[in-house]
């Protein structure tokens, strides 16, 4: 009796465990080429002057991105008194093209002005940690007009992350309208400034944090992952930053959902404490990384366009950043569906 109730109990399971890997892989690939290009052709056009942060061109980005963010139904969260809005503002210091965070009042440096900056993020509740938050983020803010009247459109960086936050919010807010939504909440978080020195990232963590920081489960950070470098012989590859140096339960998580679904080349080439390039405190990430919260920073390498305006949506290798999109989708649907929270190292 005994025996045939394990074996009950054993088949079961593993009916269970097969039906929620064929749900997780069934939202996964509503993640397209095709969506993708349509927000990214957007993101990335001559319309958007480049995104340079306190410039129109990012103000018009910003609209487009809160614009999205309401037709997928993503909750605001951003407390503005008489309502709540997508957009969390916060003054930037500037002068010229050099830009510092306002962080205290009545400490502007001479010579400089005060203008306004955004982030822009949207809530999907979860179902029975609601008070758990996974942050899903890229930067949405690039270079602008350079000297010359050339527009850096910043198609990969970082357009290319920008436009997947937003199909992965659309995953998620499609497995939730058919009644399998997460059991965490997210935050999908899109900053400016980083390119001025991770200003908006900084401003959530250090100034004003929409949530407890304690709260945030983890960080999944995108930022350049539409293209190839000069290291990789194949499209097939992505680096990971970050992602042991705090949480080896998240760590163990990537590893395990890219060798289910997606079966790239986890590259952590640049999580060596001792790489040069010391991209770990580059992005957006960081800010989160510094407060003790797991992170990691999904990333496929400098290439001849960086910073320059060849960096074009022509250039984008949409079935490679196609599947990194999928594989952070993966990731946060393992991390918020779990049963327990990550554990810290």
């Known amino acids: 009796m005994k025996k045939n109730l394990f074996g009950f109990l054993l088949l079961l399971f593993t009916t269970n465990l097969v039906w929620a890997q064929k749900l997780e892989k069934k939202y996964a ?4 080429q095709e ?36 037709k997928l139904g993503l909750e605001r969260i951003v407390d503005l ?22 962080l205290r009042e009545n400490q502007k440096p001479q010579d400089y002005e005060i203008k306004s900056s955004m982030n822009v993020l949207g809530l999907l509740e979860g179902s029975t940690h609601p008070n758990e938050y996974i942050i899903i983020s890229a930067h949405y803010d690039h270079l602008g007009i350079n000297r010359k009247g050339e527009i850096n459109n910043g198609a990969d960086d970082d357009g290319s992350g920008t436009a997947a936050v937003l199909e992965i919010a659309e995953a998620f807010v499609k497995a939730k309208s ?8 997210i935050i999908f978080l899109l900053v400016a400034g980083e390119e001025k020195g991770l200003l908006g990232s900084a401003y959530f963590t250090d100034k004003n944090p929409i949530v407890p920081l304690e709260s945030i489960v983890c960080n999944l950070n995108i930022d350049m992952i539409g293209r190839k470098d000069k290291n990789h012989k194949t499209d097939e590859y992505v680096y990971l930053i970050g992602a042991d140096k705090l949480s080896n ?24 404490k001792k790489d040069p390039n010391r991209f770990y405190y580059r992005s957006d990430h960081y800010n989160f990384a510094k407060n003790g919260i797991p992170v990691i920073f999904f990333f496929t390498g400098v290439h001849e366009d960086y910073h320059k305006p060849g960096d074009d949506i022509e250039k984008i290798l949409f079935p490679k950043y196609s599947k990194i999109t999928q594989l952070v989708f993966h990731t946060a649907w393992e991390v918020t569906n779990r049963q327990k929270r990550l554990k810290l190292n």
Not at 250 to 267: G, R
Request: charged content about 30%; proline content about 1%.
């Open 178 to 185: 058919e009644g399998n939504g997460p059991k965490r909440s």
């Open 29 to 32: 690939e509503t993640i397209t």
């Open 249 to 272: 339960d998240l760590d163990k998580i990537s590893k395990s959902v890219n060798k289910k679904y997606i079966n790239f080349e986890l590259d952590y080439t640049y999580n060596n």
């Open 81 to 102: 008194g008489e309502y709540k809005s997508y957009f969390q503002w916060f003054d930037v210091f500037v002068k010229g093209r050099t830009q510092r965070l306002s």
């Open 35 to 70: 969506d993708l290009r349509k927000h990214l052709t957007i993101i990335a056009s001559d319309d958007m002057e480049g995104r340079e942060t306190t410039t129109i061109g990012q103000y018009k980005t910003a609209r487009y991105l809160a614009s999205e963010f309401e």
